[in-house]
């Protein structure tokens, strides 16, 4: 059975950086898209980066550009998002999700994990 599973989050003050890593059971990460979103209490999910297969071009919400890096290691079928210089507006659950194609829409993944919660406070 195609799985994800997201680790790394955690309680952090402003600032600091965490880094989020994606694995994927049953399914090999590396020919799928994959993109990492988050929800806020009350929000909707909204997309954070995310990272083509083929050539791993990437996409990054206006809202993270310079902060955070997405990337792969294909050999350990792991996507990371590296997230630097956090602020508390960043406090969220992020997900991982996979999707056939380079997209920033929530409609198009169709395997999601069960989500890591990141706070970042003071």
């Known amino acids: 059975q195609a799985q994800l599973a997201e680790s790394g989050g955690g309680l952090v003050q402003p600032g600091d950086s965490l880094r989020l890593a994606c694995a994927g059971s049953?399914?090999?990460?590396?020919?799928?898209?994959i993109g990492w979103f988050r929800q806020a209490p009350g929000k909707e999910r909204e997309v954070v980066a995310c990272?083509?297969?083929?050539?791993?071009?990437?996409y990054y919400a206006d809202s993270v550009k310079g902060r955070f890096t997405i990337s792969r290691d294909n050999a350990k079928n792991t996507v990371y998002l590296q997230m630097n210089s956090l602020k508390p507006e960043d406090t969220a659950v992020y997900y991982c999700?996979?999707?056939?194609?380079?997209?920033?829409?929530?409609?198009?993944?169709?395997?999601w994990g069960q989500g890591t919660q990141v706070t970042v406070s003071s």
């Open positions: 990272i083509s297969s083929s050539d791993s071009t990437t």
């Open positions: 999700g996979a999707a056939p194609r380079l997209s920033r829409y929530l409609v198009d993944y169709n395997y």
């Open positions: 049953g399914f090999t990460l590396k020919y799928n898209t």
